[in-house]
């Protein structure tokens, strides 16, 4: 054997070391028969056929049927000697599994011979892999869209890379590639800045409070991830709670208030009831005493001391039947709510106030107990501040009744009032407001300087439809009371 045949049998043999031992599978495949010419071990072993079950196998019977068309369009091209490859070519093992493989073909001359040289490799664990990644950033995807709470991920620069739901305001893709501090109000970026700058200098995740440029309000958990100087911003609004506070502070200041007005109500009905009651009273006990000690002496001076006890005493009665009148009107459980204002106006009219004219039309005589009482103090506190403050020389009231709701209206042509300089000391306005609010009602109040004013309020009849009756044949706006 001489040199060249000696170097081209070491070739040969390093050829067949490198097609047995490579990673990938190798087939050499005759284009013209379709039949396998040689194979390596690594590709037996892929497909679990032995080297000689393959070498009477031909490429039609390791493809399944439905992926033949690809296959042989490929040795098509083979045959047209194009280079080809395939990313995802499925074969058929021996137990009918299907393998998925890479494939690169190129067109080579063997024995004189249109071959295709192949490379495969398995890709099935690969393939397994990535659907199962797929699988996992699609469920990822899912819970991060469905958070109740705004994610953001931050670069290193601040800006929005992705958001898993709209901002208020704008679309979830609008603000991609924005600032978060940009669409804060200008007085909160700077502490936002200094949170996520500190959360990147210490690795340690940072909280901060912040309303948007919509008065979102927002608190704020910044979170480093990694060491690229990434962010998640996880955003939880406050807008409610915030608002749910301030309602309370509010019912606060107003329970405040009503206390306050609750105490002014005790102590005028006291001072009434020391100067017009009580002073009476301790004047006809003085003079019965007087009577009891000079009758004796002198039986005319007794007799004049005992009839002005009895002066005394009637005009006692007749304040107690006022204070009793005003805290709560029997009338108004006796006959009902337009029986009431009316002996209300009259009352008004014997103490020279203003002409006060009546008005209604009501088809339900008696209201339920809460709602008659409400009309009754919002008609009683509005006629009272007509009489005290308007200097109006007439008021209207208006009653009526009908659609499920109540209307009240009291009008005056007097001095008027800006709304926004009422003292807050006074209480009245206030109270009218609280009692409508309380029964779901509706209130205007309007007025200005020389115009007088108005007082509307609408309340709805509890369980009632214009005073029709239930389904129990009960008038709800006309159920017994006692007389």
Request: a negative charge; charged letters at 30%.
């Amino acid at each position: 054997m001489n040199g060249s045949e000696s170097a081209l049998n070491l070739m040969r043999d390093e050829l067949r070391t490198l097609h047995e031992d490579s990673g990938d599978g190798v087939l050499l495949v005759d284009l013209r028969g379709e039949r396998f010419a040689s194979v390596n071990g690594l590709l037996c072993r892929m497909l679990q056929y032995s080297e000689s079950e393959m070498l009477s196998l031909g490429v039609r019977d390791v493809h399944p049927k439905e992926s033949l068309p690809r296959v042989l369009e490929q040795f098509e091209a083979m045959r047209q000697k194009r280079f080809s490859s395939a990313s995802d070519v499925p074969f058929l093992r021996k137990d009918g599994a299907v393998v998925r493989a890479s494939v690169t073909m190129v067109h080579v001359t063997y024995e004189k011979r249109p071959h295709m040289l192949g490379l495969v490799r398995d890709i099935t664990d690969q393939k397994r892999v990535v659907a199962a990644l797929r699988e996992s950033e699609a469920t990822l995807r899912g819970l991060f869209e469905q958070l109740s709470d705004l994610v953001l991920l931050l670069d290193r620069d601040g800006k929005i890379q992705c958001v898993n739901r709209d901002w208020p305001g704008a679309g979830r893709q609008a603000v991609v590639g924005e600032l978060v501090s940009d669409r804060l109000m200008p007085d909160c970026q700077p502490a936002f800045r200094q949170a996520l700058d500190q959360a990147r200098a210490t690795g340690m995740p940072q909280t901060v409070a912040a309303q948007d440029q919509h008065e979102q309000r927002w608190s704020y958990r910044i979170v480093p991830v990694g060491d690229l100087g990434r962010v998640i911003v996880i955003g939880e609004n406050m807008t409610s709670e915030k608002v749910s506070a301030e309602a309370v502070k509010k019912e606060q200041r107003l329970l405040r208030q009503t206390l306050e007005l609750q105490e002014r109500e005790r102590r005028l009905v006291a001072c009434e009831i020391h100067d017009r009651f009580a002073q009476p009273i301790t004047g006809a006990l003085f003079r019965l005493q007087a009577f009891r000690e000079t009758h004796a002496r002198s039986s005319a001076q007794a007799w004049q001391d005992f009839d002005a006890a009895g002066r005394m005493l009637a005009t006692a009665i007749d304040e107690a039947r006022r204070l009793i009148s005003g805290l709560r009107p029997l009338i108004l459980d006796e006959l009902g709510i337009v029986e009431a204002i009316e002996y209300l106006c009259c009352e008004r009219r014997l103490e020279n106030g203003p002409e006060i004219e009546f008005v209604h039309a009501m088809t339900c005589q008696q209201l339920e107990m809460p709602l008659q009482t409400a009309v009754f103090r919002i008609a009683q506190e509005s006629v009272a501040n007509a009489c005290r403050h308007s200097h109006s020389p007439r008021v209207r009231i208006e009653l009526r009744d009908g659609d499920g709701w109540i209307h009240l209206a009291v009008r005056d042509w007097g001095v008027g009032f800006r709304m926004d300089s009422v003292a807050k000391d006074r209480f009245g306005l206030q109270t009218i407001r609280e009692r409508v609010r309380l029964l779901d009602g509706r209130v205007a109040i309007e007025s200005s300087p020389n115009e007088g004013t108005s007082i509307s309020v609408d309340l709805p009849l509890a369980g009632s439809n214009g005073g029709t009756q239930d389904a129990a044949g009960d008038n709800p706006c006309s159920k017994d009371h006692p007389s």
